[in-house]
């Protein structure tokens, strides 16, 4: 069975410091993998998104994400963070028609 | 472009009395999803639509919840009756059915059940 793991439920961290959130996946066939962001009183949006090609995919706010098919993960990266990108990060898992999304990891970036 | 709209946004009543949630797609969008979001439990897939017909429904909770989508531009969750520990976010959801294609979600309704 196809499954999503966030291994940290929160990860607090210090403005302009770098941060990664991590993301284990589970699965036996071909891999479309998501990062969404929630924030506060919101649905989720989509972050990125990797389905084929280039391992690295970026977004449009400086968040990165490596596919790694050896370690079955795909983390996400940002080198350094701003106040707003306090959120709940959610890493997803595309099967068939719906998506498998993993608990969420709460970000939080301090002043 | 409108995304998904959802209505209402907040929703307060008391234990017993019926809900229901609204939930209009992205036009053109093939899939649409039901979820629900709480602290406990994290975000759950309730139910999910292709081409207006159910296909998954097992993540509905109990016979109390209902899902309808009478056509591509309308879904409705539907709770009766409510209880209090059916108190959560309500997220919908569409996609264009496409594998590999994103979901699309609406802002939710924040349900209370007192």
């Known amino acids: 069975a196809q499954s999503v793991t966030q291994l940290d439920s929160q990860v607090p961290v210090f403005e302009e410091a770098p941060v990664e959130l991590r993301c284990n996946y589970s699965?036996?066939?071909?891999?479309?993998l998501f990062w969404y962001v929630q924030y506060p009183n919101q649905g989720l949006q989509l972050l990125l998104k990797?389905?084929?090609?280039?391992?690295l995919v970026e977004s449009i706010n400086g968040f990165e994400a490596e596919f790694n098919k050896s370690q079955t993960s795909f983390h996400l990266r940002k080198p350094s963070v701003h106040i707003s990108d306090t959120a709940e990060y959610f890493c997803?898992?595309?099967?068939?028609?719906?998506?498998?999304f993993g608990a969420g990891t709460r970000l939080f970036v301090k002043a | 472009d409108a995304g998904v709209i959802q209505s209402p946004r907040h929703e307060v009543t008391e234990m017993g009395q019926e809900v229901t949630l609204r939930c209009k797609p992205i036009?053109?969008?093939?899939?649409l999803f039901w979820y629900r979001q709480t602290m406990m439990r994290g975000l759950e897939l309730l139910i999910y639509?292709?081409?207006?017909?159910?296909?998954?429904d097992s993540g509905m909770p109990e016979d109390r919840f209902s899902a309808k989508m009478p056509n591509a531009s309308f879904s409705t969750l539907k709770i009766q009756p409510s209880e209090p520990r059916d108190s959560a976010v309500y997220f919908c959801?569409?996609?264009?059915?496409?594998?590999?294609?994103?979901?699309?979600f609406g802002d939710g309704t924040r349900l209370s059940i007192l």
């Open positions: 990797y389905l084929s090609g280039s391992t």
């Open positions: 699965s036996s066939v071909s891999v479309y």
């Open positions: 036009s053109g969008h093939n899939s």
């Open positions: 639509f292709n081409n207006n017909v159910p296909i998954d």
């Open positions: 959801a569409s996609s264009p059915g496409d594998s590999n294609q994103p979901q699309h």
């Open positions: 997803a898992l595309e099967e068939g028609f719906k998506t498998i």
